[in-house]
């Protein structure tokens, strides 16, 4: 039988746990309808040494807050042991001196953390509760601690601050940082606050993201995509199928559509990166440079 393409499994997003302690405004918690939990030790085990033989990069993260899994910091570096590459994503009002020296001792290879907007005001409307005086001390720290890993800072491009992202980059840059700036969109039309929303839904007939990324749930399902809050697009479960059958599924959406409500209406902006050619680059270097650059180009499809 021929080899199935390993793109799919280039990158993903595994969600370690789906509890929050945030309230973000641009979050749609309250469509999730997932039953919730943490991923268990065994259970990462097992996904790791699955994932591993790709090699393919994780990110930590999903519907919940990463760090409320106390054994996040042990995943991180169970996966770096073996040689792998692996990061977190964080929403802003949960860094501290704390986390700043499990990432390190951890040994992360990279950090992303969500931070809307350098507008004070709109800043501590999207996230309840949260001081943005605090935060940006926070982060400042994180830097200092971190000095060697690369820590990318996501904005929130909303109706609210739509001209903000020139402002935002150079700032996030000269801290030493690496700005990233995204259009907020429905989440699979889960999100439905029209200040928040910069997309339009979109009638292509292809989706570029789920060629080259896969999202996992706490559970091990294999979902479509993490716009998927019911549940109801399982392709697989990583925890008892073969990761040969995921990219199998997966290969299909090559040429075609996933045949899911939630992606016939989909804003989502990655989902216009261009379908990936090829054999998945052996190189560290290559694949550096492959997310490096699939990011920043378009596909009209
Ligand atoms: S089309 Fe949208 S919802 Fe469907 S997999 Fe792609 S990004 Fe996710």
Request: charged share 25%; glycine share 6%; with cysteine.
């Given at each position: 039988?021929?080899?199935?393409?390993?793109?799919?499994?280039?990158?993903?997003d595994?969600?370690?746990?789906?509890?929050?302690?945030?309230?973000c405004?641009?979050?749609?918690?309250?469509?999730?309808?997932?039953?919730?939990?943490l991923?268990?030790?065994?259970?990462f085990?097992?996904?790791?040494?699955?994932?591993?033989?790709?090699?393919?990069r994780?990110?930590?993260?999903?519907?919940?807050?990463?760090?409320?899994?106390?054994n996040?910091?042990d995943?991180?570096?169970?996966?770096?042991?073996?040689?792998?590459?692996?990061?977190?994503?964080?929403?802003?009002?949960?860094?501290?001196d704390?986390?700043?020296?499990k990432?390190?001792?951890?040994?992360?290879?990279?950090?992303?953390?969500?931070?809307?907007t350098?507008?004070?005001e709109?800043?501590?409307k999207?996230?309840?509760?949260a001081?943005?005086?605090?935060c940006?001390?926070?982060?400042?720290?994180?830097?200092?601690?971190?000095?060697?890993?690369?820590?990318?800072?996501v904005?929130?491009?909303?109706?609210?601050?739509?001209?903000?992202?020139?402002?935002?980059?150079?700032f996030?840059?000269?801290?030493?940082f690496?700005?990233?700036?995204?259009?907020?969109?429905?989440?699979g039309?889960?999100?439905?606050d029209?200040?928040?929303?910069?997309?339009?839904?979109?009638?292509?007939?292809?989706?570029?993201?789920?060629c080259a990324?896969?999202?996992?749930d706490w559970?091990?399902?294999?979902?479509?995509?993490?716009?998927d809050?019911?549940?109801?697009?399982?392709?697989?479960?990583?925890?008892?199928?073969?990761?040969?059958?995921i990219?199998?599924?997966k290969?299909?959406?090559?040429?075609?559509?996933p045949?899911?409500?939630?992606?016939?209406?989909?804003?989502?902006?990655?989902?216009f990166r261009?379908?990936?050619?090829?054999?998945?680059?052996?190189?560290?270097?290559?694949?550096?440079?492959?997310?490096?650059?699939?990011?920043?180009?378009?596909?009209?499809?």
């Amino acid at each position: 039988m021929q080899k199935a393409c390993e793109w799919p499994l280039f990158s993903v997003d595994l969600e370690i746990s789906l509890l929050c302690d945030n309230s973000c405004i641009f979050c749609p918690r309250e469509k999730i309808l997932r039953p919730s939990g943490l991923m268990k030790s065994g259970d990462f085990s097992i996904i790791a040494d699955k994932l591993i033989s790709v090699p393919s990069r994780i990110a930590l993260s999903g519907m919940g807050n990463p760090l409320l899994n106390p054994n996040w910091h042990d995943f991180i570096k169970t996966y770096r042991e073996m040689g792998g590459k692996i990061g977190i994503v964080i929403p802003a009002a949960s860094v501290n001196d704390e986390i700043a020296e499990k990432l390190l001792y951890s040994r992360a290879s990279f950090v992303e953390i969500s931070f809307p907007t350098l507008q004070k005001e709109l800043f501590e409307k999207l996230l309840p509760g949260a001081s943005f005086e605090k935060c940006l001390e926070a982060i400042k720290n994180l830097r200092k601690a971190l000095s060697k890993t690369s820590i990318a800072i996501v904005g929130l491009k909303t109706r609210m601050n739509e001209d903000e992202e020139p402002e935002f980059k150079l700032f996030w840059k000269e801290e030493g940082f690496q700005p990233r700036f995204f259009s907020c969109h429905t989440r699979g039309g889960n999100l439905e606050d029209r200040d928040l929303i910069f997309t339009e839904s979109s009638s292509s007939n292809l989706c570029g993201l789920t060629c080259a990324h896969t999202f996992i749930d706490w559970q091990g399902n294999v979902l479509i995509c993490c716009h998927d809050l019911i549940g109801n697009t399982r392709l697989a479960n990583i925890l008892e199928d073969p990761v040969e059958k995921i990219l199998q599924i997966k290969g299909a959406f090559f040429e075609k559509l996933p045949p899911y409500a939630i992606c016939r209406t989909c804003d989502e902006p990655a989902r216009f990166r261009p379908i990936p050619a090829g054999k998945l680059p052996e190189s560290s270097n290559a694949r550096n440079r492959f997310l490096k650059n699939w990011p920043k180009k378009k596909h009209s499809f």
